[in-house]
Structure formats: structure tokens, C-alpha cells
């Protein structure tokens, strides 16, 4: 499985962006498939995941109630729109396809190449 993550860019406070996930073959369905961030500096960290059959949704604390989560399965893609950002927000954002844990990166077998999301103050 290879994941292709974009949509990315640079973006003021209080701006949005949506970021998508596309697999290159159908992902199994029985997947997470999460987002993860990582700041220069820091380690990565969960953002956010999805489960692909029932479409139950995991985020983290710092971006519950901004960001959502979701994925349309005849485009084997998932997408993370991104609201109201901040400037800590600012990260390479990677997708990766795994589980079972949610918020465990060492769960995820398959990551994407990462995209910068960079939110001006």
C-alpha cells in the first residue's frame, strides 16, 4: 500500500485547508487510517483517524471541535479538513494506514511522504 498525502500550504491564523490521503490500491478494509503531525523539534503526534468500514473518528484533544476527518471509499481517499488553524498547528502532516491503536504511530504499518502545513500568526 502507498499513501500520496497533499494539500498543503501556507496559511494565515484562523484559515483552513483540506488535506487528502489517496491509496494507491484499496486499502484492507478492517484499517485505520490516521493523520500525524510533527513540528521541527518535536515528535510526531496524533492528530486524528478513521475507520474505514464504520467510519468511526479519533482526534486528538488539541484539535477537537477544528478539524475532521473522513474518507470516501470509492476514492480509496481520506481527508482531513483543517479549520480554524494556528500557528502551532504549523507541521509536516503524515497519513499512514495500520491500527489497531488509534494514537499509537508504532501501530501504523504504511506512511505517506508528509505535507507541509505551515500557519502564519
Known amino acids: 500500500v502507498q499513501l500520496q498525502a497533499s494539500g498543503g500550504g501556507l496559511v494565515q491564523t484562523g484559515g483552513s485547508l483540506r488535506l487528502s490521503c489517496a491509496a494507491s490500491?484499496?486499502?484492507?478494509?478492517?484499517?485505520?487510517m490516521g493523520w500525524f503531525r510533527q513540528a521541527p523539534g518535536k515528535e510526531r503526534e496524533f492528530v486524528a483517524a478513521i475507520t474505514w468500514s464504520g467510519g468511526l473518528s479519533y482526534y486528538a484533544d488539541s484539535v477537537k471541535g477544528r478539524f475532521t476527518i473522513s474518507r470516501d471509499m470509492s476514492k480509496d481517499t481520506v481527508y482531513l479538513q483543517m479549520n480554524s488553524l494556528k500557528p502551532d498547528d504549523t507541521a509536516v502532516y503524515y497519513c499512514?494506514?495500520?491500527?489497531?491503536?488509534?494514537?499509537?504511530?508504532?501501530?501504523?504499518?504504511?506512511w505517506g511522504q508528509g505535507t507541509q502545513v505551515t500557519v502564519s500568526s
Open positions: 499512514a494506514a495500520g491500527g489497531p491503536r488509534p494514537r499509537n504511530p508504532d501501530d501504523y504499518a504504511y
Open positions: 490500491r484499496r486499502t484492507a478494509r478492517n484499517l485505520l
